[in-house]
C-alpha cells in the first residue's frame, strides 16, 4: 500500500514538472515569436493599405512576420513607423531616414444637405476663398467684420498629429493652428461625423475616408465643396468616381487639392528584412495603392526612393534567435 502510495506520489511529481517545463517552453516560444515579429506604427487611415501590403508580403516571404503595432507598442520600440506629412520627415532624429511609398489627396468636404453648397456653387473656391474659407488671417492684415465672416461656416479640422489638416494648411502656407472653427480629436474620421451633424460645417479628409473603396463612390452622406477648377476637372471630381479622380490627380498638379505622401521611417543601420519589405513596397507593392485610394508615386519620384533605400546600410550582425 505505502509502495503504491509512492508510486501515485512519483507520478504526481513527475506530471508538475512536465506541465511546468512545457508552460515556461511555450512562454519563451512566445516571448521568442514575439521579438521576431517586425513592429509598424501606422496611422489609421493607411492601415488598411498596409495591412494589404503585410499580407500580400507573407505570400512571398512566409518566414518573415510583419505586424501592424497596436496602442501598446510605444513609438520608439517600433521597428518602422509611417509619417504623413513634410514637417515630420524634416524634424526626424540623426540616424533616422525615410523611404516615400506613395502618396495621398485631400479635399474640401461638406455634408450633402449643408445650406451653403447653392453659394459655393455660384462662386466656386479658388486658393483665395479657400483661404478665407478655412484659414484666420495675420493679424497685421487689415480686414473689416464683414470680410472676416463672410462664409459663415463652421470649420472642423483634426487636432492629432497624425490628422490631415497638417498637409492641408502646409500647402496653402498656414499651420493647422492657423484653422478656423473647431478641433476635434482623435481620427480623421470623426471630421465626417462633425458636418454631417452641422448644416453649415465644412472640413478636409483623405480619399481612403471620402470614398467607399468597394464601390469606388463617393460616400453618399458628403458632399466635394465646389472648386474653381478647369471643366474637365470639374467634370471628374463632380463624377464621385475614385479612379478618374485618382488618375487625374496623377497626371496633374491641382493648386486647390494638397497632395502629400506617406513615409515610412527607420534607422540607416536597417534590418535586413526591413529593407528587403521596404523594397518589396517600391515595387510590386505599388499595385495595391489605388485600391485603397492612394496615389502612386511618380515614376521619376519612385526611381529616387529605389536608389536611396538601395544604398541605406544594413545591420552588421544577426539578430538574436
Known amino acids: ?10 507520478i504526481v511529481v513527475f506530471a508538475c514538472v512536465a506541465f511546468a517545463a512545457t508552460k515556461v517552453s511555450a ?43 497596436d496602442k501598446n507598442v510605444e513609438q520608439e520600440e517600433a521597428d518602422i513607423q509611417l509619417l504623413i506629412s513634410e514637417r515630420e520627415r524634416e524634424n526626424l532624429q540623426q540616424g533616422q531616414y525615410y523611404s516615400s511609398v506613395g502618396r495621398y489627396a485631400v479635399l474640401p468636404v461638406a455634408g450633402k444637405d449643408n445650406l451653403l453648397l447653392d453659394d459655393f456653387e455660384k462662386k466656386r473656391l479658388n486658393v483665395k476663398r479657400l483661404k478665407e474659407l478655412f484659414f484666420e488671417k495675420d493679424d497685421l492684415v487689415e480686414q473689416n467684420s464683414t470680410e472676416k465672416d463672410k462664409y459663415n461656416a463652421t470649420v472642423y479640422s483634426g487636432n492629432n498629429p497624425s490628422s490631415v489638416s497638417h498637409a492641408f494648411a502646409s500647402h496653402f502656407g498656414f499651420n493647422p493652428g492657423n484653422l478656423k472653427g473647431k478641433k476635434i480629436s482623435g481620427d480623421d474620421i470623426y471630421l465626417i461625423n462633425a458636418i454631417q451633424k452641422d448644416e453649415k460645417g465644412v472640413s478636409i479628409n483623405n480619399l481612403a475616408y471620402l470614398y467607399d473603396i468597394n464601390s469606388r463612390r463617393l460616400k453618399q452622406e458628403i458632399a466635394i465643396l465646389p472648386l474653381d477648377l478647369k471643366k474637365e476637372q470639374s467634370a471628374i471630381l463632380e463624377e464621385s468616381d475614385l479612379d478618374k479622380l485618382i488618375d487625374l490627380l496623377e497626371s496633374k498638379s491641382i493648386d486647390l487639392i494638397p497632395v502629400e505622401e506617406i513615409s515610412f521611417v527607420f534607422h540607416n543601420d536597417i534590418n535586413p528584412e526591413v529593407k528587403e519589405f521596404l523594397q518589396w513596397v517600391l515595387s510590386e507593392g505599388q499595385a495595391y495603392n489605388h485600391r485603397f485610394g492612394f496615389l502612386n508615386l511618380d515614376e521619376k519620384r519612385l526611381a529616387q526612393q529605389k536608389e536611396e533605400l538601395k544604398a541605406v546600410r544594413l545591420l552588421t550582425y544577426s539578430n538574436p534567435q
Open 1 to 10: 500500500m505505502v509502495m503504491k502510495r509512492s508510486i501515485y506520489s512519483l
Open 27 to 69: 512562454e519563451n516560444k512566445t516571448e521568442s515569436d514575439k521579438q521576431d515579429v517586425i513592429y509598424i506604427k501606422s496611422v489609421k487611415f493607411v492601415t488598411p493599405l498596409l495591412n494589404q501590403w503585410i499580407s500580400e508580403y507573407a505570400k512571398v516571404k512566409p518566414g518573415i512576420k510583419l505586424a501592424v503595432a
